[in-house]
T-cell receptor
Framework: DTAVSQTPKYLVTQMGNDKSIKCEQN?????MYWYKQDSKKFLKIMFS???????INETVPNRFSPKSPDKAHLNLHINSLELGDSAVYFC??????????????FGEGSRLTVL | GNSVTQMEGPVTLSEEAFLTINCTYT??????LFWYVQYPGEGLQLLLK?????DKGSNKGFEATYRKETTSFHLEKGSVQVSDSAVYFC????????FGTGTRLQVFP
């Protein structure tokens, strides 16, 4: 069983559309994250949830809205897609937050291409 | 912001060459230190970690020693393979906000 799974793996869509990416972890972790990786491989956090509560919300346009229905799921909804949203989005989870000894577990990524 | 600094890539090596990718940290206290690897088309995965000073993490022939005196956690491998070509990220686990660009390693036959 995949520990952190996200769908879809590839997403090609037109500017202005709304799309969602789903993420699920079966590790029993308390904390989940969404990261964005650009074409230069720069990886930066967008959101983090701990036990369904938002704990990090970086400077991300409010077109991006995360939703955590339970602590095993963290979905990402994007409204009014723009060309600059094209990137690979990674979901991750960890048992604890900063300062812990636990590692991050990443999904395989969802490559979003906005035309 | 990012509290680790790692060398910029790309690092280009021939197969069987010795690899060092430098990483230094600035966090106070005694953070756990990690190296993650991202193979093409995949997400990051943990390569190795060390949780206290003088610990050595090792996996797949890679090693890194947690050195408090130099605040470093350099990644080394004695003989790289083409299959090691990937992007490597150093992390101190105190700040999950930014992983940066990592260091791209390209190994040629």
């Amino acid at each position: 069983d995949t520990a952190v799974s996200q769908t879809p793996k590839y997403l090609v869509t037109q500017m202005g559309n709304d799309k969602s990416i789903k993420c699920e972890q079966n590790l029993g972790h308390d904390t989940m994250y969404w990261y964005k990786q650009d074409s230069k491989k720069f990886l930066k956090i967008m959101f983090s949830y701990n036990n369904k509560e938002l704990i990090i919300n970086e400077t991300v346009p409010n077109r991006f809205s995360p939703k955590s229905p339970d602590k095993a799921h963290l979905n990402l909804h994007i409204n009014s897609l723009e060309l600059g949203d094209s990137a690979v989005y990674f979901c991750a989870s960890s048992q604890d937050w900063a300062g812990g000894t636990g590692e991050l577990f990443f999904g395989e990524g969802s490559r979003l291409t906005v035309l | 912001g990012n509290s680790v600094t790692q060398m910029e890539g790309p690092v280009t090596l021939s197969e069987e060459a010795f690899l060092t990718i430098n990483c230094t940290y600035t966090a106070t206290g005694y953070p756990s230190l990690f190296w993650y690897v991202q193979y093409p088309g995949e997400g990051l995965q943990l390569l190795l970690k060390a949780t206290k000073a003088d610990d050595k993490g090792s996996n797949k022939g890679f090693e890194a020693t947690y050195r408090k005196e130099t605040t470093s956690f350099h990644l080394e491998k004695g003989s790289v393979q083409v299959s090691d070509s990937a992007v490597y990220f150093c992390d101190d686990n105190t700040d999950k906000l930014i992983f940066g660009t990592g260091t791209r390693l390209q190994v040629f036959p």
